[in-house]
């Protein structure tokens, strides 16, 4: 057997075994350097290529590299157009509809399991909790109080404030209960 069909073989040994680096393309195009020369022209009102990598905030010597590569550093590009406070959707997406998920949408990252860290915040939310419960006349029970957790748990990124949340909850479990209590 020759070295090249060793090699050959080798080869194909290794591409079966390493299967994340074959066939994993991105379906999304994104803009070539012309296209994004051309974008990055509008958004800086600049013509020359010097003037336009300077707006972006990087030397004219990575747009020489970038052509002599043929392929643009994306991460470089978008640190740009965000320091100068552009849509990456504008920029990378122009005519499509993209989806923005509303918070209610987004799910809650849990971090490893720690246990003294779960204890800790549920004693908070507890804290929180009962006393809203209690000013808005509703029993603090074992389902009120889950009620309210599950809604304290729920607090992602400061999208609302967790005491005005809750508040809430405990105005509408006042409410639900008022309307139990009507009921014939």
């Known amino acids: 057997m020759s070295n090249d069909t060793k090699n050959t073989k080798n080869e194909s040994l290794d591409m079966s075994r390493n299967k994340s680096h074959t066939g994993m393309k991105s379906k999304v195009e994104l803009p070539d350097l012309e296209e994004c020369m051309y ?6 009102g ?8 300077r707006w972006l905030g990087v030397s004219a010597t990575t747009y020489a590299n970038w052509k002599r590569r043929g392929k643009v550093n994306y991460s470089t590009l978008v640190e740009g157009l965000l320091r100068n406070g552009i849509s990456l959707d504008w920029f990378f997406a122009p005519n499509q509809r993209l989806h923005y998920p509303q918070p ?5 990252v849990r971090p490893g399991y720690d246990n003294r860290v779960f204890v800790d ?9 009962e006393p809203i419960l209690k000013l808005n006349g509703v ?3 074992e389902q009120t109080k889950r ?5 304290f748990m729920l607090e992602r990124s400061n999208v609302l404030d967790i005491k005005t949340a809750l508040e809430q909850v405990g ?3 006042a409410v639900a ?3 139990q209590q009507q009921e014939p």
């Not at 974008?39 to 800086?44: A, E, M, N, T, V």
């Not at 915040?121 to 909790?129: D, E, N, R, S």
């Not at 009620?147 to 809604?151: A, G």
């Open 139 to 141: 029993p603090v029970t």
């Open 104 to 108: 209610g949408e987004l799910g809650e």
């Open 46 to 53: 600049e013509h020359k290529i010097s003037h336009v990598m």
């Open 121 to 129: 915040k549920t004693l908070a939310g507890l804290a929180v909790a």
């Open 171 to 173: 105005k509408a479990l």
């Open 39 to 44: 974008r990055l022209r509008l958004l800086s």
């Open 147 to 151: 009620v309210m957790l599950d809604t």
């Open 177 to 179: 209960m008022n309307n």
